[in-house]
């Protein structure tokens, strides 16, 4: 079989399956484990499969990216569990980050009661839902995404480079242990670093269902920030708290 050709079952394998074993792609392809693992390491090199213990696990590219708009209308409950604990961080007269996404925007709704607040967002989503709310809004500018309507670009990160927060909220596509977090947009995976390394306590916000999701681009090592999500199972919580403050909603 010539290696487009594995290459090619490799792949749909991980599109039908998104993680395979390699001992499941030796009986498919008829070639030796050896050659296999070369496989592997040729298509992670084209950033088209993550290579874990054992086989491997399919990247989320930049074309593969959701709408705000199918976001909007999954996980809705743990999202505002999520949203409510992380507003219970904010206090009185801080500035806040609020990244895009709808995990950070179920946020908002727990902020209407403080005062004195002023937040900082590169979502036009998020300032229009804050402004419904009348909390204090500062929209840097940048390049509008249509698929996450966030701002993006050299223009907004050049902005955020002179700004510091008090807190800082941060959406990710997917966490892991081995590649930290990570989203489909090397833009706006600048944005979100930049915003962890100005804020003085960070927060990542995403549901448990981004558990083991690898995107294209990582912002941070787990480490970077603390974790902010619903129930996991036993091993997977055990091992993101090696690397990170985990809080659980449940």
Do not use: W
């Not at 603390?226 to 708290?241: C, Q, V």
């Amino acid at each position: 079989m010539l290696t487009e050709e594995r290459h090619q079952i490799i792949l749909k394998q991980l599109k039908l399956h998104n993680i395979v074993k390699l001992q499941d792609l030796i009986p498919l392809t008829g070639a030796s484990e050896s050659t296999l693992r070369r496989d592997l390491q040729d298509l992670e090199e084209c950033h088209k499969l993550l290579r874990i213990y054992g086989g491997a696990q399919s990247v989320v590219s930049f074309h593969d990216e959701p709408a705000l708009s199918q976001k909007a209308t999954s996980n809705t409950d743990q999202k505002d569990q999520i949203g409510r604990i992380a507003g219970e961080l904010v206090k009185d007269n801080q500035v806040v980050f609020l990244d895009a996404g709808t995990t950070v925007q179920a946020v908002i709704p727990y902020l209407a009661k403080l005062s004195n607040l002023l937040v900082i967002t590169n979502s036009v989503v998020n300032a229009s839902t804050l402004s419904d709310y009348s909390i204090e809004t500062f929209v840097p500018g940048g390049r509008l995404k249509s698929s996450t309507k966030a701002l993006v670009g050299s223009t907004m990160t050049n902005a955020l480079e002179s700004y510091h927060f008090d807190i800082a909220f941060i959406g990710t596509n997917g966490f892991s242990a081995k590649s930290g977090y990570t989203t489909p947009d090397p833009e706006e995976a600048s944005t979100k670093e930049i915003a962890i390394q100005n804020s003085v306590k960070k927060y990542i916000l995403a549901d448990s269902s981004k558990c083991g999701q690898v995107s294209f681009a990582r912002f941070a090592n787990l480490s970077a920030a603390n974790l902010i999500t619903n129930e996991l199972p036993g091993k997977s919580a055990d091992l993101i708290k090696k690397y990170t403050n985990l809080t659980e909603v449940k």
